[in-house]
């Protein structure tokens, strides 16, 4: 990637701005586009591979499975996005999808003719009452968002234990009009993946272009100054956690759908895998930086990797060790990319003064 | 303070503001009346409370008493953003940034133009931070991350911010403090301007040319306490220093002259990369050196790194003779050094920790016996040297936290003094304690002197430097630029030196 002067501008707009303005936006740029470039490359060269392993991989079922595995994923790695933006995390996203999924089929088994409305409702009300009670805790009571989200991992999934106690719920119990949502496509993309592609623009628009949005990402870049700032910390801390708990329903409500199977098992152990997708989507763990955008890309990295080891004949044993290598390599990368970073901006100073 | 018959209300005004956290007043009985059209000065020795004031005008604080009115209405400030709306902007000493965020989107924070839907208006942000900077004369991009920016610009910034919302109260605590002669010619046009503009401004700084040639009025502030206001044009520098002082400074800084030997510490071409580069100096046996310069100028990672609690990535550091390996401190405990940290709460002492436990936690191996840690040891070994360093305790057994600053600090000097160590770094040694026991502390800095250690102190109190210091080591963005021996050493050229223009005096 060169800079070499752009034909269309004047020459001295170009060269004032070559030596501040577009300097300075092309490098910041470069940065972010360079992760989710990354993350694509890998993803084709994965599903490149796979396909010439096995060209059924990319079929229009292949397809088809490959987006659905990533649904659900994404949908949570948005939310977990927003919370670790703001240099906090949700660890309880698995038990909520959990609640959230058995509460979808309890629902139609009280009242069968219920309309999906209904259903997606309620799951994400009931996400974003726990994501309440997770926020309340954390600005209110000031505890560490991991400290919370672990202690609710658990209160959540008890609650959904004891309320389901035992009982499974059956696909041939769900109404075919719910089941179907789980199957239907669009133009070739399966409607649910539709669900994540919807939450994912709104949540990149918000951040991006909203002032609370943007304050999301001071908060996470340096907490005290927020404050210094006037940024209402608490309450902005209080709605990341309530979206990614609203999400995290949503997201229940999802997997209802496309598995028609459950019991209050559903999603248990999934929280790592979102923040491993996250992470490796080039969201700083330690907040400020990042993008929804890049997350999801991760979402779908990991879960593409789940689908396309099998076929590649690893040894399912593998695959955990090819996610860890991955967010060690996607952290190393961070950590490389901000050396380079902070070098290069030095030495710009340096050089300017 | 003559009472003039003044029509118009004070644009800003506090009176009988009492603030104090746990059992230390940082305030009693503050007044301060800002008019519109003027700035007014606030000068103080640290720890005189300004610092408090400036959070109390922010918002950050709530007084426990007193009351604050607008031209002439009350006003009470809940939050920072009471105090912005109220049209209070603060530029604290310290830059408040995000990073992670570009330059335009710090200044912006909060109060981004928007466009349809209330959507951000980036395009139109980005031309107003262009404008602002134009305004300002400085060629910063607004498109960077403020990761990386220098003090000097980061100031910039901060000063755009507050332009950005046409102030009617512009409050700058210590803004010159990092800048260079140009950048605090440009800062104070910028002042001025805003001043006919109809601000009014408080202005709080250690240069009392500044002080002199910017500001109307003079307020003094001692202890937590309002000493004077005066208009300038009836004070003079002298003055100022006796009421900010409130005694002769030549008994708070009790130097004895004192034997200096050999060579101990030998530094040599010291460089990490954008931190400090090619730093070289020499400290004799009783001597006292001291490492002045501007906050940021890199001192404290000098000695950081000569101590090897952080990396450096070219250079030696020698003691007695030997090179000692970098980055690992016990290497550095057992050739005889002491590093006193600048933040004792965080680097100094383990806050929950027992007096005792902190007073011998560098001697933890040879108090121990069988590798175990008896309580009567660790006890005798804490009471012989609290007791030398008269620390005002209730128990030995009681958390460190419960003490007072100063005596906190006394703890930490007991704590490396028990190692009976040759050299002994201490950075930022009086930061924030009170003035009784800064003299202790200087009184026992000069009697280790005096016993042969050698002393490399690291201060940004000019008069502590002045005071204590057998030569005076000057730092200017990472590089040693400046060695001034005792004698030769004014405020006015380590100030110089300091701000990097040492060359041109």
Redesign the interface.
Known sequence: MTTTTRPGAGPDAAEVRA???A???R??HRLFVAREVGIGLALVLLVGVTTAVNPRFLSGQGRQDLMLGATILVVLAVGQAIVIITRNVDLSVGSILGLAAFATGKLFLAMPDAPIVLAVLVGTGLGVLCGVVNGALIAVARVPALVVTLGTLYVFRGIDYSWAAGQQINAADMPSGFKSMGTADLLGIPLLALFAVAVLLVAGFYL????SG??L??I???P?????????VGWRVFGALVVSGGLAGLAGVLYAARYGTLDAAAGTGIELNVVAAVVVGGV?IFG??GSVYGAALGAVLLSTIGSALPVLKVNPFWQQAVVGALILAAIGLDRALAAR?????????AR?? | MPERADPVPARLALSGVRKSFGAVHALADVRLELRAGEVHALVGENGAGKSTLVKILAGVHAPDAGELTMDGAPLVLTGPADARAAGIAVIYQEPTLFPDLSVAENIFMGRQPLRGLRRIDTAAMRERATELFARLGVPLDPDRPARGLSIADQQLVEIAKALSFEARVLVMDEPTAALSGVEVERLFAVVRSLREAGAAILFISHRFDEVFALSQRITVMRDGRWVSTDPADELDVAQVVRRMVGREVSQLYPKQPTEVGEVILRVRGLNRRGVFADVGFEVRRGEIVALAGLVGAGRSEVVRAIFGVDPYDAGEVLVDGVRLPGGRPAAAMAAGLALVPEDRRQQGLVMELSIERNATLTRRWPLARFGLLGRGAERAAAQTWTQRLQVKAGRLGDPVSTLSGGNQQKVVLAKWLSTVPKVLIVDEPTRGIDVGTKAEVHRLMSQLAGEGVAVLMVSSELPEVLGMADRVLVMHEGRLVSEIARDAATEESVMLAATGQGGRA
């Open positions: 030596r501040s303005g300097a300075g936006m490098l910041g991006k272009s909203y002032r943007r304050e990402y001071a996470g870049s340096d005290a100054a927020a404050r210094l700032h006037g940024i209402p700083a400020g930086s970073v902070a070098n290069r901006l030095r030495g710009r100073k300017g003064a």
